[in-house]
């Protein structure tokens, strides 16, 4: 990436980071883009968390402010995850040698959202530019980890009203596709987290881009073999 298109992304995604923490009144101002510190994690969702703490003590989680929402909401301790605020697929390759240094037993990559809003200054096809940039971190982890095992996780879906204002959001279920393609020529695991979408529509924080404590908790619950 030349440090041109790298100043523009960097600047691109951070505001687009201030437009999502502007949308909802009960966005908290994490990092420009975060879940709303308006939520708090009741009784039953705290003990959850806390076996889910020690269930994935040997995974971390690379993303975005989505990830993010993990360590933020306390459901998994900041040792596991590493989630930043408009982190693209192409930016998380800086991140290579801190994950490596945490030494992993399982990796969950959770990209691709932002990637998807990136600007024509970057790109005309924003789904296979990440793309191609995810195929580069999956192998740079596998040389750097090779006994890792990677989980690639489907981008989260958006309320509608997002869809409309970032049209971008429009093609989510075209990149997962290409996800689940990548993911199968890679070798490594790919998890469609859009089952817990099926029986509760409410996860999402008022930003609706972001979620609620319970979104990561079922999450992990779907993920929690994988860590076998």
């Not at 989630?83 to 991140?95: M, S, Y």
């Not at 195929?135 to 489907?154: F, N, Q, R, W, Y």
């Not at 070798?187 to 029986?199: C, G, H, I, R, T």
């Amino acid at each position: 990436m030349n440090m041109v298109k790298k100043v523009i992304s960097k600047l691109f995604m951070g505001s687009i980071a201030l437009a999502l923490s502007a949308c909802g009144n009960e966005q908290a101002d994490q990092n420009q883009q975060g879940p709303t510190s308006h939520i708090q994690v009741n009784s039953a969702e705290a003990a959850t968390a806390a076996s889910y703490k020690t269930i994935f003590q040997n995974s971390v989680f690379l993303g975005d402010s989505i990830t993010e929402g993990l360590s933020y909401h306390d459901i998994l301790d900041e040792a596991n995850v590493m989630g930043d605020a408009g982190k693209t697929t192409e930016l998380a390759l800086e991140n290579i040698d801190d994950l490596t240094k945490r030494n992993p037993k399982f990796v969950f990559i959770m990209l691709g959202s932002d990637d998807l809003l990136l600007p024509p200054q970057i790109t005309d096809n924003p789904m296979q530019y990440s793309l191609n940039y995810y195929e580069k971190l999956i192998e740079g982890i596998k040389g750097k980890l090779p006994d890792a095992a990677i989980t690639v996780l489907s981008v989260t879906p958006v309320k509608p009203e997002m869809e409309k204002e970032f049209p971008g959001y429009k093609n989510i279920n075209d990149y997962n596709q290409g996800l689940k393609e990548l993911a199968a020529k890679e070798k490594v695991e790919y998890m469609d987290l859009s089952p817990l979408f099926a029986d509760n529509k409410n996860l999402h924080t008022s930003d609706g881009v972001h979620f609620k404590p319970e979104f990561y908790t079922r999450m992990l619950g779907l993920l929690k073999d994988q860590v076998k």
